[in-house]
């Protein structure tokens, strides 16, 4: 008689000890951990909390539905309202909402319902996600914000219709202490998140060439209130992420914005206003080009002196060193992150960082050419992560949209501009022996990197784990002699035949160094999937005896010769299931 595979004896999968630990590990996906319910009664009791946690019930005003993990409002209120609360929404309530297609008004008897929706669910709230609503009355935008949902932790307004006229900003500047402006007698003191969206409509199904095409009219909306109103509900904020602010030079809405908060606090008297904010970006204010980065946005910010940790900021156009430097000297003892984007057709003179010595970061992420080489490293002494390429993702203000297509990325077939910054480096310079010893993390744009180049970054870094970059037979041989204990390599662009993989000299397999010194390799990305080299095509040779002989490889991605066997094929395909593009063949 076949044994049962649902024996607790026999199935580890039905340990309750295996499993707590296997959800705790898996990372969390709605739909999956919906589905681990249906498993059985552990898998339930064990899944059930995360997905409480986790999940974000999608609420919207819309009829018809696209999405399937959206909900009518009146559904929502049903269930929670049922006998015998079958899905236990009143014993353990979600705390994370995101409201789609809303129409935001409670008068009249016609939208009772959402008013009783936001009764009900509105002190429940922790996390309020609000896209392309419509916003009628400011006294229900009010209610919302600042009444009914008194504990809200992180709050989203993305691409919202006001369809109410904004006061004027400088009113608030000539008379701060209005009474209107006076602190409120309720304050979102757990409030701790806030990102703003002013663009309406979506950017991203456009290239960079029609987003910079005079004849597009973009429609950007304003708050129908204040900046002042608005902040000074909010005083323990610790992550602020403004973009589309304007639709032209957005740094004049950011100023606004920055002056509001120095307001706040001198009308006040109270300068633990927004002391806790330590994540700030200031990436996308605007949508056409930026003129240089002003000098009185680093005032600003001096003057608030944020703790800033983390600063997502665009440099401008013709960005020279003066208000940057008073920028970075601001925030040196704290600033741990540092993101950098340019716009294009830039022209950048400023010499990062200014010369002030950024002792606390430790993830710097630049986009090209926004730094010209790697001479700022003696600034930045305990920096853990560099990433110097373009992802296509810098010009993304909104990260929970994950559909979206990006702008900036380089379409298949045209071949990126190189910005050549390890060959511009002088590393005789580094006079004093300069070693990295944190740095884990190195990624670099399309530039190819010989022998020796790799050679000198092996001692400025030596104990990188994660490497994207460009490489030849005798850069990659010497990455394979210098960074043995490397985690995760991508090479790009590869230009790396079997004699340069399998180390082969003289006829000599593995006679110099090659990929089977990188005994502790995980993941191996060698080209691109978007535009393969067919000159470097892996052989059957260098999958059976180089990546087949990795113990620990669980992501690889290649181009693949032709010749190579079916059953090779299916063996790549069973020990990588989850590597894309790995069986492309030319």
Not at 81 to 102: C, G, M, N, T, V
Not at 219 to 242: A, G
Not at 255 to 275: T, W
Not at 419 to 432: C, G, H
């Amino acid at each position: 008689m076949a044994a049962n595979p649902l024996n607790k004896k026999r199935n580890p999968l039905l340990d309750h000890v295996i499993v707590e630990h296997l959800f705790s590990v898996i990372p969390f996906d709605t739909k999956n951990f919906a589905n681990f319910r249906l498993v059985c009664k552990l898998w339930c009791k064990e899944s059930l909390p995360i997905w409480r946690k986790n999940a974000q019930i999608f609420v919207t005003d819309a009829k018809k539905m696209n999405a399937n993990n959206h909900i009518h409002y009146n559904k929502y209120i049903c269930l929670f309202d049922s006998k015998y609360d079958l899905y236990q929404l009143r014993k353990h309530p979600f705390r994370k909402f995101a409201i789609k297609h809303w129409d935001l008004r409670f008068d009249g008897r016609k939208n009772s319902g959402r008013l009783k929706f936001w009764e009900k669910i509105g002190p429940l709230m922790t996390s309020l996600y609000m896209e392309e609503c419509d916003i009628y009355r400011l006294e229900d935008f009010r209610k919302v914000l600042f009444e009914i949902t008194p504990n809200l932790e992180s709050l989203f307004l993305i691409k919202n219709i006001y369809r109410i006229d904004r006061p004027d900003e400088s009113e608030v500047r000539l008379d701060p202490n209005r009474d209107e402006h006076r602190k409120p007698e309720f304050i979102q003191k757990n409030l701790t998140t806030l990102e703003i969206c002013l663009e309406v409509g979506d950017l991203f199904h456009f290239s960079m060439e029609e987003l910079v095409n005079d004849d597009y009219i973009w429609n950007v909306e304003e708050l129908p209130i204040t900046w002042m109103e608005l902040l000074i509900h909010f005083p323990m904020i610790q992550n602020m992420w403004l973009s589309w602010l304007s639709e032209y030079d957005g740094w004049d809405a950011l100023e606004e914005c920055l002056v509001s908060m120095q307001l706040i606090r001198d009308a006040l008297d109270e300068p633990q206003y927004f002391s806790s904010l330590t994540h700030l970006n200031m990436n996308n204010v605007g949508i056409y080009g930026y003129r240089r980065f002003p000098r009185d946005i680093a005032k600003l910010l001096e003057r608030l002196n944020f703790p800033l940790k983390t600063l997502n900021m665009d440099l401008g156009k013709r960005t020279s060193d003066g208000a940057l430097k008073l920028l970075f000297e601001t925030h040196a003892d704290t600033l741990e992150g540092l993101k950098l984007t340019w716009r294009k057709n830039s022209q950048l003179f400023f010499n990062f960082p200014c010369g002030v010595n950024l002792s606390a970061l430790k993830i710097l992420e630049a986009s090209d050419p926004s730094i010209l080489n790697l001479s700022f490293l003696k600034h930045t002494p305990n920096l853990r992560i560099l990433s110097m390429y373009n992802k296509g993702d810098i010009y993304h203000p909104n990260p929970q949209e994950n559909s979206i297509k990006k702008m900036g990325e380089t379409k298949p077939g045209v071949k990126p501009k190189v910005f050549e910054v390890i060959s511009k480096t002088n590393f005789e310079a580094f006079n004093n022996g300069l070693v990295l010893p944190y740095m884990e993390k190195f990624l670099m744009s399309e530039e190819i990197c010989d022998g020796s180049q790799i050679e000198l970054l092996s001692k400025l870094m030596p104990n990188l784990k994660h490497l994207r970059i460009g490489l030849g037979n005798e850069g990659f041989q010497m990455v394979c002699k210098v960074w043995k204990k490397l985690e995760q390599l991508q090479v790009n662009p590869f230009q790396v035949d079997e004699m340069g993989l399998l180390g082969v000299s003289e006829g000599k397999r593995y006679h110099l160094p090659n990929l089977t010194d990188l005994k502790d390799l995980r993941v191996l990305q060698l080209g691109s999937s978007y535009v393969p080299n067919l000159q470097y095509c892996l052989s059957t040779s260098s999958i059976i005896n180089g990546v087949f002989s990795l113990k620990y490889l669980n992501g690889f991605n290649a181009c693949l010769s032709k010749s190579i066997p079916d059953e090779v094929r299916t063996e790549l395909a069973t020990r990588y299931p989850l590597s894309d593009n790995v069986l492309n063949q030319p």
